[in-house]
């Protein structure tokens, strides 16, 4: 197949270019054949070669005191004291969603358990960041997402326990799925998927390989348009308890030395597990049979073999002449596995139909030969400016409070989270639903915090500031439930960035991302990248990279909730507040315009405020605490009475110039928290406080079943509840 | 009892194991004996997937011949969530347990009014005693033909009941649509419980409630070794 022969129809089902297929050509010295040329598309896709991205993301820190694994291997690993490491990773299944929610987002949670276990982690919580067009409109998105995400996460028996959800008209064609799976495993049984060893086994296990999800990756990497839903066949469909038996036989396996590395099976299928397995040992190559891969349907050729995505499956690199311990194990659990092949020193990666050889490659062709894309970019129009002088002024701000309190992105996610399993594992002490939630780690004091986060309309206004908030607010998530901030996973969905305007996002991004976590000491340990999220054109998504973040806390006992507590307390206000209305829900919800800027963001003042709520929580100064974020600081305020079933009663709020009454109110100023203190331990807190130069001042007292700032509102906790709960109903 | 796809095992074996300090032993789904327990818990999970029917598979396990033998010897059988589910299929215990009614999963915390105390599974309550348990399932909906859920009533086989922290058994504070707000039940006998709401969930009170340690000590305290099959 030469250029002249290789019609352009063949490439792009492949989702390769012209310029792409000449390198190949050259490199190879001959043209590819067609089995070669579908492995060599799927991994040069986007979604698995990082070609657009991979020059950006060496911008982002990934190293620190705590890592013991960064970006290159299935997941992320840090450690976290007591022997133990926490293993996690954030992927996006955006473009299978879209088209079918249910098991575009099933699978999406199983493939990033199977990076987890592949690390030799249990997996012990999930957490999913998603994005949908408004209610009503996007309701078969939003109701398929979720119950696809419940059915997986559920049915395996790992807690979904965090994630967020928002609504915007920009993701109406191109939901955003990112799922994030946190594990644990001894320090001294981290694994990592390199195929080393010549002459050891590989063996395929889990599911029998059927034809679902060939060209899944590179579907993943164009645009969706009028045709995406014949791309139906490319999306896998989810078995969890096939899973949950791979899952307790990898767990078995981790506890012999027969096995050399565990590696999933995710996108670009055997293809890319073999040749990322291979190509993370210098020199290493491997030959594979698909003539001895278990199918679930006949007649499939070497093509079909190598580029399904069946999911559930696993590549084990097994010492030689230890095959049969592996495979004991396994039909322990039912389970199937298969020897497919072997490790070589010859650089290759060599696929044989029995004794003829269909396809040869140099592994470092597939995983490294994509020509890396360098891509124009241009800053789009800046966004329509906030004349705040021009804004009405706040007539009530209780009305006010009760339409934010139902508008869809900050309402109770109580109707998502109790569809989701959140305490399986007998390990949950801070549920989902306030700020991060916390794990303790059994038969230690050890609490593992985790979140995710990202205020996409930020991003939109300023790409670069709105990456730097999501790190800052996922570290005060963390720091609210008096855990300290210690590594992050990030998944960044943008558009297409052929578009010099979306090209331009994604540096933006990263530059903001690499710029808050080096502030903050915070290494971003894996990740994902997901472009090209539009519609025929049309309507792109806003930049929105989610940041997973995981935290400590030595004593668990000491951990905070968001929720008030006892009758009395002192209600504060941690930080101080400016005239930050740019990019706010308020202005969206009661003004209709999303305008401005987003908030400055001052990374050493949110360094200070967080230590000093990590200091009070220590010190058992707090009784709970709550970070200020969408909404401002009335409507966490609202969230603190209505999570903890208690009032508050304040005198009015009286800002000094030149901060106006609707910025203090609903102003989303960074670096604040709410928190209440017992009476006694105030002179204390006061003195941390001064000591750390942050501000803290009262609002009220808490108690009684009402929110009221004296002479200004006067709500009960019910009407704020119903308000509250009703957001997602409609 | 670990069936494939089981997965509150472990949560069940933490609670016995760690906070109760019973004797603890694991029993696989291919088994042929119990191993000389004297109680078998059927933990909570998606046996075989449950993609049939919940329970429908995992009532033809080899291990379920014995239990039942065991059962009619008058060993203690506790079957909680998806244990339930699977001894209603195995006949038992009468009922169903059918989609709840709001058509979704439904994770969070009910209160129950213990109306039996007299059982080895729930001595240490005391009656009408109300303990708050979390739920965890998409299939809760207790389902029983008039004739044999009066029979239940009239023999005092309900065990649980789904009610408000008051006690009060109102349609309100039924999370799952089930009969007479049927949470648990026990058999003629008295040996053989089941029931949807997750007490290994709730023996510790950093994990929100310490409630469920009253049944597991319970049975414990008869000096038992619990297995969990």
Redesign the interface.
Known sequence: MSLDTVDSRRLREVALTPEEYRVIVEKLRRPPNAVELGMLGVLWSEHCSYKTSKALLRRLPSTGEAVLQGPGENAGAVEIGSGWAAVFKIESHNHPSAIEPYQGAATGVGGIIRDVIAMGARPIALLDSLRFGPLPGSRHHFDGVVAGIGGYGNCIGIPTVGGEVYFDECYANNPIVNAMCVGLVRLDRLMRARAEGTGNSLMLVGADTGRDGIHGASFASVELDESSSERRPAVQVGNPFLEKCLLEACMDLAQTDAVVAVQDLGAAGLTSSVAECAGRVPGAGARIDVSLVPRRERGMTPYDVMLSESQERMLVVVQRGRESEVERIFSTWDLTSAVIGDVTDDGHLTVFDQTQVVARLPIELLTDGAPPRRLASVAPDPAPSLRLDSLPPLVDPGESLLRLLASPNLCSRRPIIRRYDHMVGDATVVAPGGDAALLRIKGTRLGLAMTTDCNARYCHLDPNLGAQHAVAEAARNIVATGARPLAVTDCLNLANPDRPEVYWELEETIAGLAHACRSLELPIVSGNVSLYNDSAGTSAIHPTPVVGMIGVIDDYSHRLEAGLKHEGDFVLLVGSSLNDLGGSEYLKVEHGTVAGRPPALDLAREAAVNRLILAAAKAGQLRSAHDCADGGMLVALAECCLLGGMGVRCPALRPEAPLRLDAAFFGETPGRFIVSVGSRAMPELQTLARRHHVEISLLGMAGGDTVEFEGQFRLSLDQMRQAWEGGLLH | MVF??T??D??CG??ID?VVGAQLQYLWHKDADLKGCDCVILP???A????LRTGAIARFAPVMQEIGEFADRGGLVWGICNGFQILCEAGLLPGALIRNASL?????WTHLSVERTDLAFTSQCVEREVIRV?I?H?EGSYFAEPAVLSRLEQNGQVVFRYCDAGGRVVPGANPNGSLHNIAGIINKRGNVLGMMP?P??C??P???GADGLKLFRSVAGRGLKVLVS
Request: some cysteine.
């Open positions: 494939p796809g997965w509150s472990r949560d933490w609670v760690q909570g999970g998606f075989y997937g449950d993609y979704e999963y439904r994770c969070e979390p965890s998409g997750h290994e969930r023996a510790e950093e994990l929100g």
